[in-house]
């Protein structure tokens, strides 16, 4: 029969040597198909079969047996595979005898101990105990193996018999050993019936207790020893299975210093559940370390989380961990509280230090505003995107050092209020949402500690809106302090005011304190805090948009007052200057300014919803517009002297027929009447109705109020200005009427025939010329107004004399109805019905014309006296008149 495998082949054991009875692992290749396979295994030449457990066809193990050899090869066979060979060999040590009396630092091997008695060995496993010799003898022929083969046999029965079969096989001893009992039983009573001392009982007691003396004082040392030993390894075992409480101290503070928290309870937890109600006195000392050290973390971690600043993260660990430790009180509601007196004392501080550093005052720099080392905050990245100043200095946009002496103080202040309030309060308030519904704590403290929290969070409700109140209340009076000092009682103002500045915050700058409260609200509004907690804010955006509103008016009522000295005195073509519309442009970009201002965001008032303040703001307007009335009244009587401008833009339609005015030409106090003359009847038609446009455009009360105040005072300077204008120029025309008609003794009963107009009309007429030309130069729309008003004074001057005189020659009748008819007629264009009417009642006072010849010669004469005077005439015709007829 050809074997189908290769033969064994041992290429390892370990360990390599050892003494008998070690365990030995036995590693190659072909070691067998299983354990049926393994039919033999030597070591050192010492069967070793027994003791083998086969593993794998390349691990065996098994214990090396008593050998002859003190080193020898491993050879295995298998049916497979035949007797192997090896490449490795094993050395067999001699073992130690150590006696009963030996001192030994090495424990006994208890599982390695073997019992003589080896029927009490039965069925341990052979890898346990060294086995019995279950043939009974020592094998060194065949004919023994037979006799082994026959003890086994015998030893199988008797185990298939059991102990009832055991006890019947022995009965005849257990009857041999109760007779020798009863004989030895009779034996002691007898001679214990016959004396006492001397008995043998007593000689036996004796011996025994001889011999136990002499065994203690042999064996005392070395039991004495074993009991030691037993108690090093009872101590041992205890240590060893209560190590986890025994070191629980040192390793709660190394985790401690570590800052593994999360390990510490859970290490405390267990500890708890298992020696927490232990009536051990060892467990009970160690257990109260463990509370020590544990109270002392509960102290540390209350600090860390009443400790700031600190982020929410580590809040919300902090609480847990005291949580899940079960601290005392309510940790939770106290890192409230601690978190809502470090916003408190972050704002005041916060003020303090713009104070001090307005006042020039060095002051501690305090790690508490350390938010940002910015110091011109953006509001969530906003601000930086508000309305500039359009007009004068601008807000920067970059973060550079410049911008920090530009922006004032109280401004800076605000942002840097906000930015903080915007920084700290969102934390807060997700800090107490969570202490609200319970996310602080574990799902172990959360089970336990639910009903009891449900009472605190009903009785903490009122106190934590209280909280949030006050931290808006402090946020409010602190801007107000520094913005609005009136509004702060007298007992609130040292505690938030103290700011000593003088000069009030311009427009922009208010409007831009405006936009970042705004941008605050909005935040806040945004973490859902309810309305009623944040109407503080609503109240102070009112009235600081209010005072933003007043605030620029006056500043733009101050800078109307200005606008005189920016008089350049140019004329356009219309007869004005610059200054109407430079007015009206400075009312349209404040307003334009107030536009953010007086927008109503959402639940915000209307500026104008208090009576106060409409009237207020109605008569700031209407202060705005009368000062720029007062302005051009100055203007008007401005002395010679103090005009700068020498020169005066004229735009004539017919140069050709005056001339050209020289550009060094200077303005007297008529051309300036006139001027402003010009202005007051482009305010009247144009600048007001369009300023009355822009200030209902901004929804602002009491416009038709501030027009027709303002229309009213207009009108009365116009009306001033142009009575004192009249009065400049046609006093001198009417003055030179009489003596110029009564020169060289002239009489009207007594005159030549006439030949023609005298020199005093023509006179009067290039006068009324001059002004008409003067006029026309700044304002052809004056023109009429100013011509027609002169005419009157002429004509009613010319009828009185007229009608002074006595009587009339007919020379002098018809000289004097040549000289009226000749003013009339030129002038005609101008005539009102009060100059008609003069020239009606100077020509009724003269006699009638009798004669077509007189009426003939007055018809020559006057148009002799047009055709002389064409060109100068030329400024009263018009492309349709006609000459009235006598």
């Known amino acids: ?141 065949f004919e023994q193996l037979k006799m082994a083969v026959t003890n086994l046999k015998r030893q199988a029965n ?16 257990f009857f041999e050993a109760q007779d020798a009992l009863s004989a030895i039983h009779q034996k002691l009573e007898a001679d214990g019936t016959e004396k006492v001392e001397g008995s043998m009982t007593q000689k036996l007691e004796n011996v025994l207790n001889r011999a136990s003396n002499t065994a203690d004082t042999l064996f005392q040392e070395v039991l004495g020893r074993k009991d030691k030993a037993d108690s090093t390894r009872n101590a041992l075992n205890v240590l060893q299975r209560f190590k986890f409480l025994f070191n629980l101290p040192l390793n709660i503070e190394r985790n401690i210093q570590k800052g593994d928290y999360d390990v510490v309870i859970n290490d405390y937890e267990k500890a708890k559940s298992l020696f927490g109600k232990t009536e051990v006195q060892v467990f009970k000392k160690y257990y109260a370390e463990v509370e020590t050290r544990i109270e002392a973390l ?19 660990r902090y609480i847990r961990y005291l949580s899940d430790l079960h601290a005392p009180g309510d940790p939770a509601w106290q890192c409230i509280g601690a978190q809502h007196r470090w916003i408190l004392q972050l704002m005041h501080s916060c003020k303090e230090g713009y104070i001090q550093d307005l006042k020039g005052t060095p002051s501690l720099h305090s790690p508490m505003l350390d938010l940002d080392s910015d110091t011109r905050p953006l509001v969530l990245g906003h601000l930086s995107q508000t309305a500039s100043l359009k007009r004068g200095s601008s807000f920067q946009s970059g973060r550079d050092d410049t911008w920090r002496y530009k922006t004032p103080h109280r401004v800076a202040f605000v942002e840097k209020l906000t930015k903080l309030v915007l920084s700290q309060l969102p934390n807060f308030w997700k800090l107490w949402i969570s202490y609200v519904n319970g996310s602080l704590f574990s799902e172990t403290a959360e089970k336990s500690g639910q009903i009891e929290r449900s009472k605190n969070v009903r009785q903490r409700q009122n106190d934590f809106k209280k909280m949030i109140q006050e931290v808006m209340h402090c946020l409010v009076k602190l801007i107000r302090g520094a913005l609005l000092p009136l509004s702060i009682p007298e007992c609130g103002l040292r505690q938030y005011g103290g700011w000593e500045v003088k000069s009030e915050l311009s427009g922009p700058w208010l409007a831009h304190v405006i936009q970042t409260i705004r941008l605050t609200y909005e935040s806040l509004t945004a973490l859902e805090i309810p309305n009623d907690m944040l109407q503080t804010i609503q109240d102070l955006i009112l009235d600081l948009r209010v005072r933003c509103v007043m605030i620029t008016l006056q500043h733009t009522a101050e800078e109307i007052k200005r606008l005189a000295e920016k008089e350049d005195w ?14 009206e442009q400075c009312i349209v970009h404040s307003l334009q300014s107030l536009k953010g201002v007086l927008e109503c965001k959402p639940g915000e008032a209307s500026v104008f919803q208090q009576p106060k303040t409409q009237e207020e703001v109605c008569q700031l307007s209407i202060n705005i517009m009368q000062i720029f009335i007062y302005c051009l009244e100055q203007l008007s009587t401005k002395p010679d002297a103090d ?20 550009e060094d030409f200077s303005l007297t106090s008529e051309q300036r009447l006139l001027i402003v003359l ?100 700044i304002s052809k729309e004056l023109v009429p107004r100013v011509l027609s008003r002169v005419v009157e004074a002429v004509s009613e001057e010319l009828s009185r004399l007229m009608q002074c005189v006595s009587s009339f020659s007919k020379n002098g009748a018809l000289q004097a109805r040549l000289e009226i008819c000749a003013l009339r007629d030129t002038v005609a264009i101008h005539l009102t019905p009060e100059s008609k009417s003069s020239f009606k009642q100077a020509l009724e006072a003269l006699p009638q014309l009798s004669s077509g010849a007189d009426k003939k010669l007055l018809e020559e004469l006057l148009n002799k006296f047009k055709s002389s005077m064409h060109l100068q005439l030329t400024c009263f015709q018009t492309a349709s008149s006609t000459m009235m007829k006598t």
């Open 158 to 173: 008797k185990k298939s018999e059991g102990s009832l079969a055991y006890v019947k096989g022995g009965l005849s001893t």
């Open 643 to 662: 005009v700068d401008t020498t020169h005066l833009s004229v735009d004539v339609s017919s140069p050709d027929l005056f001339g050209s005015i020289h």
């Open 678 to 777: 010009s202005n007051c009847c482009y305010l009247e038609r144009h600048t007001f109705l369009n300023i009355a446009e822009h200030f209902e455009k901004h929804n602002f009360q009491g416009i038709e109020k501030i027009t027709q105040v303002s229309m009213a005072s207009l009108k009365e300077l116009d009306q001033r200005l142009f009575e004192n204008y009249i009065e400049l120029k046609a006093d001198p025309i009417v003055g030179s009427l009489e003596p110029g008609i009564y020169a060289g003794y002239f009489d009207w009963k007594d005159c030549l025939p006439p030949t023609g107009v005298r020199n005093y009309l023509k006179e009067a007429l290039v006068n009324i010329i001059a002004v008409h030309a003067e006029v026309f130069t």
């Open 1 to 141: 029969m050809s074997r189908l495998r290769q033969p064994p082949l041992v290429t390892g054991i370990s360990p390599n040597e050892g003494i008998p009875w070690t365990k030995v692992i036995i590693r190659g290749e072909n070691l067998g198909t299983g354990p049926t396979d393994l039919i033999g295994l030597t070591i050192c030449g010492h069967n070793c079969l027994l003791t083998a457990e086969w593993m794998s066809a390349s691990k065996i193990v098994c214990r090396v047996g008593q050998a002859k050899n003190d080193k020898g090869d491993i050879i295995v066979t298998t049916k497979s595979g035949g007797k192997g060979t090896s490449t490795v060999s094993f050395k067999l040590l001699k073992p130690e005898k150590i006696g009963i009396l030996d001192q030994s630092a090495v424990w006994v091997d208890e599982m390695n101990y073997y019992d003589m008695r080896t029927d009490r060995n039965k069925g341990i496993p052979p890898l346990s105990l060294r086995p019995a010799n279950p043939l009974g003898i020592e094998i060194e022929n």
């Open 298 to 316: 509960r102290e540390l971690l209350l600090d860390k989380l009443l400790e700031t600043p600190s982020t929410l993260h580590d809040q919300k």
């Open 570 to 583: 140019i004329v356009d073509n219309e007869g004005l200057t610059s200054l109407p519309c430079q007015f």
